[in-house]
């Protein structure tokens, strides 16, 4: 079962790195100005980003319990934590200007601060799981 449990999460990190990646260069493109990108950021980062994250830590601390991690390591409470800041950043940025974007409203600085944000987040404690340090 552990195996299992660590190619899932293993696995659905790469995929959200790679979606990540995704929303960024979304971003860039001007997803805040053009409602074409704005509808396929959305998409992305509901379900490829947020939805994505969300499993991959319950599957993260199904891994941890089987493997007989504490939740009080280091690494796991570095990336619960950062992960709040990904959830913020997400609703305070860039679903707010995605929700814009359709009437010309939103002017995208704020959506790739957040994609950029985001990013950052979710790279740093994808290379914090792989490295699992003991601080």
């Known amino acids: 079962m552990g195996t299992g ?18 929303n960024l260069v979304l971003a860039v493109a001007g997803a805040g100005k053009k409602p074409s990108l704005a ?12 939805m994505l994250g969300r499993l991959i830590y ?3 601390l199904g891994l941890a319990m089987v493997a007989g991690h504490s939740f009080a390591q280091p690494w796991i409470l570095a990336g619960l934590l950062l992960w709040g800041a990904v959830e913020v950043a997400g609703k305070r940025l860039v679903v707010a200007e995605l929700a814009g974007a359709p009437d010309g409203s939103a002017n995208g600085a704020r959506l790739l601060v957040g994609a950029l944000i985001q990013s950052v987040i979710i790279v740093s404690v994808y290379a914090l799981m792989q490295m699992k340090p003991g601080f």
């Open 5 to 22: 449990l660590n190619h899932l999460h293993t696995n659905l990190a790469h995929l959200l790195v790679l979606c990540t990646l995704i």
């Open 39 to 50: 509808a396929i950021m959305l998409k992305t980062h509901k379900f490829g980003v947020m």
């Open 58 to 60: 319950v599957a993260g």
